[in-house]
């Protein structure tokens, strides 16, 4: 007994084939971030990267909110560069009261005490670099 027949002459939606093995993928969390940072160029369009990439924009885009609450991490834009230590006249002789090192940037500054973490440290100070 046939409990369904299919009438061949319509014309079905689109069709998706596809090929591989049919298993979840993992993503490591840097190629996440190359691609959320891609998604993030000036000109680029989210859903042609996700194309790009064989994932869907709604998953691109939940990568992107990870990356802006903190949890993905987006690769640097810039080689690092080694900045000059400045000493403050005086400070030779000057007592510390407390060990660290102070970061100025464009007049901002941020202290950083020993045993900081430093991924912590490198997003705070692109976000203050961003700011200003």
């Not at 049919?22 to 940072?37: I, N």
């Not at 810039?78 to 900045?83: D, H, L, Q, T």
């Not at 901002?108 to 692109?126: I, K, Q």
């Amino acid at each position: 007994m046939v409990d369904h027949i299919v009438d061949a002459s319509e014309r079905s939606g689109r069709i998706d084939i596809r090929t591989g093995v049919g298993r979840r993928r993992r993503w490591s969390d840097e190629v996440k971030g190359q691609v959320v940072a891609e998604s993030y160029e000036p000109g680029v369009v989210v859903s042609e990267v996700a194309r790009r990439h064989d994932i869907t924009p709604q998953h691109l885009f939940g990568w992107r909110k990870a990356a802006r609450t903190g949890r993905l991490v987006l690769p640097a834009t810039e080689p690092p560069m080694f900045v000059p230590v400045v000493t403050a006249p005086g400070a030779a002789g000057a007592v510390r009261h407390r060990a660290g090192i102070a970061i100025e940037i464009a007049g901002t500054v941020v202290h950083a005490e020993p045993g900081v973490d430093l991924d912590w440290l490198r997003d705070v100070l692109r976000a203050v670099k961003a700011a200003t």
